[in-house]
Structures are given as C-alpha cells and as structure tokens.
T-cell receptor, first 115, second 107 residues
Framework: NAGVTQTPKFQVLKTGQSMTLQCAQDMNHNSMYWYRQDPGMGLRLIYYSASEGTTDKGEVPNGYNVSRLNKREFSLRLESAAPSQTSVYFC??????????????FGPGTRLTVL | AQRVTQPEKLLSVFKGAPVELKCNYSYSGSPELFWYVQYSRQRLQLLLRHISRESIKGFTADLNKGETSFHLKKPFAQEEDSAMYYCALRNGQNFVFGPGTRLSVLP
C-alpha cells in the first residue's frame, strides 16, 4: 500500500496563477484533510472532508477550494495564488468512525512557492 | 476555543540526557491527545497517543487534566531522536496541532 500520496512534490507559481494539488489514499479512510505548514506556526487546517461528499472549512480556508472527488481523492485548488500561500502543504487521512483510535496518516507534502 | 501550545521552539540536549517536550492544551471536554514526529526528509507520523498509554522508542507521555498538559518524556535521549515534534488534540472530526518543537540531540 502506498498510503497517502500527493502530487506534485514541488511547484513554483506566479502571483495570480491557479493550480490544483492532488491527494489520494488507498487505506479506505473516510476522512481526509489539507494542512499548510509554516515556520513557527505548525500545521494549520485548511479544509477537511469527514466523509465522501462532504467538505468543511478549517482554520485557514481563505484563498482555497477543495473537492472530494471520491473516497480516495481529495484535491486542493488555489484559484489565484498569492505570495502568502507559499508554504508546505500536507494531505492526511484517517479512519473516522467515531472511535478513539483515529490517528492521521500523512502524505509527503508539496512545497509551493508563489512569486 | 481549542488550542495547543508548545512553548519551546527549539530544545537542545546532549545524548544520554533526559528530555521533556512540553505541551499544554485548552479544550472543553474529554481530550484525545497525540504526539506526532517528523524526522528529516520523512513524512509526519504518529509517535504515541495518550489513550493507549504506550511507550514508543522510549518516549512516554502522561495526560494531566489538572494542569491541562501532555508532556513528552524520554529518560535518555539518542541522536536519532532529533526531529520536529508536534502535539495534537482531536477536536471532533479534525485535529488541532501545536506549533512544534525542534529537538536537537547533540553527541
């Protein structure tokens, strides 16, 4: 099993350009998440999807949109990139059946630079 | 509001010395707390969770509800423990992460 995969690994954009970050998991997890990681701020939740067909805003959703395409895939879109969106983006998934042992499994990250 | 704080951005200790990474939280309810670790060039991974009361790689963490703390401890640090450590709190369907502490174990 590959676990959680993300593409691309690196991306450089110009201000105003758009792009989609892709994430897929093969663990049949219900929940998927997008985080951004910035120095000194840890991981901040952008959006999450508790189950297929649902999405909810996290702590820092402005400037982003998401699509839960199916149970496996959860994409993050930047419609008009800004330098403030320069960050490392992590996708994660978890089995969220309401039980207590719901660890998150993370992808390798996408390093995005917006010039 | 749910919040996780880790007061130390960087913690340096010598090999063989005890280490304690601090984590405090604010949460109204019964918390579920986790420690995640990110080694250099590796993805973030679960280290341990309070509910299983386990010891992983010599690390332990005890939930202290009175002090709202979940500090991570290891009696004898090893160089391979050098990494970024994040404390996290499960908040319903999602997780709240602390800002992280970079542990550097010196030879």
């Amino acid at each position: 099993n590959a676990g959680v995969t993300q593409t691309p690994k690196f991306q450089v954009l110009k201000t105003g350009q758009s792009m989609t970050l892709q994430c897929a998991q093969d663990m049949n997890h219900n929940s998927m998440y997008w985080y951004r990681q910035d120095p000194g701020m840890g991981l901040r939740l952008i959006y999450y999807s508790a189950s297929e067909g649902t999405t909810d805003k996290g702590e820092v959703p402005n400037g982003y949109n998401v699509s839960r395409l199916n149970k496996r895939e959860f994409s993050l879109r930047l419609e008009s990139a800004a330098p403030s969106q320069t960050s490392v983006y992590f996708c994660a998934s978890s089995e969220n059946s309401g039980g207590s042992y719901n660890e998150q499994f993370f992808g390798p990250g996408t390093r995005l630079t917006v010039l | 509001a749910q919040r996780v704080t880790q007061p130390e951005k960087l913690l340096s200790v010598f090999k063989g010395a005890p280490v304690e990474l601090k984590c405090n939280y604010s949460y109204s309810g019964s918390p579920e707390l986790f420690w995640y670790v990110q080694y250099s060039r590796q993805r973030l991974q679960l280290l341990l969770r309070h509910i299983s009361r386990e010891s992983i790689k010599g690390f332990t963490a005890d939930l202290n509800k009175g002090e709202t703390s979940f500090h991570l401890k290891k009696p004898f640090a090893q160089e391979e423990d050098s990494a970024m450590y994040y404390c996290a709190l499960r908040n319903g369907q999602n997780f709240v992460f602390g800002p992280g502490t970079r542990l550097s174990v010196l030879p």
